[in-house]
């Protein structure tokens, strides 16, 4: 299995000078980590989890380049290829790309969530974007009720923001 530090080192150079989407990679990996190593991921699920929370955004910088904007839904479009390619350059198993890509294009789909990785995906994502949002307590509820599944990222989300 491949070591996720130069993947990191790599994400952070692709959005070099851009603070900000670094610190929310950053931050939906470590929860992520979390939240997988306590729900109890086998190691392959959770090293695809990492993996895919590492380059979950990369889609972003092509989308507003193509668009000028980036949607979730452009996001997802733009996101697999690059990621691919990253991941296929760093030699990480095929089937790791291939998954990895799947959840990188489908990150913004809330239905129809095919495996403990997706969902934890989501809900990693989902904590960091609540604060960077500055989300009120009504759309926090919102998205416990409707997103949060697992016992870690609903404890994590309620003791965080309610």
Known sequence: M????????KMIAYDAKDPKRIQHFLKVYEFAKIIGESEGLDAKTQHILE??????DIGIKNAEAKFGNCSGKLQEQEGPS?????????SYDPD?????????????TYTNVDG??????????????????????????HALEHI???????????????
């Open 82 to 90: 690059p990621a691919g390619e990253l991941l296929s350059s760093l």
């Open 148 to 162: 949060f599944q697992t016992d870690t990222g609903i404890h994590i989300c309620k003791t965080m923001f309610l």
């Open 96 to 108: 790791v790309i291939e998954r990895v890509c799947y959840l990188v294009a489908h990150h913004h």
């Open 2 to 9: 491949n070591n996720n530090n130069e993947l990191l080192l």
């Open 51 to 56: 993996t895919a929370a590492i380059v979950h």
């Open 116 to 141: 403990l990785d997706y969902q934890i995906l989501l809900e990693a994502d989902f904590l960091v974007n609540l604060y960077e949002d500055g989300a009120n307590t009504s759309a926090i509820s």
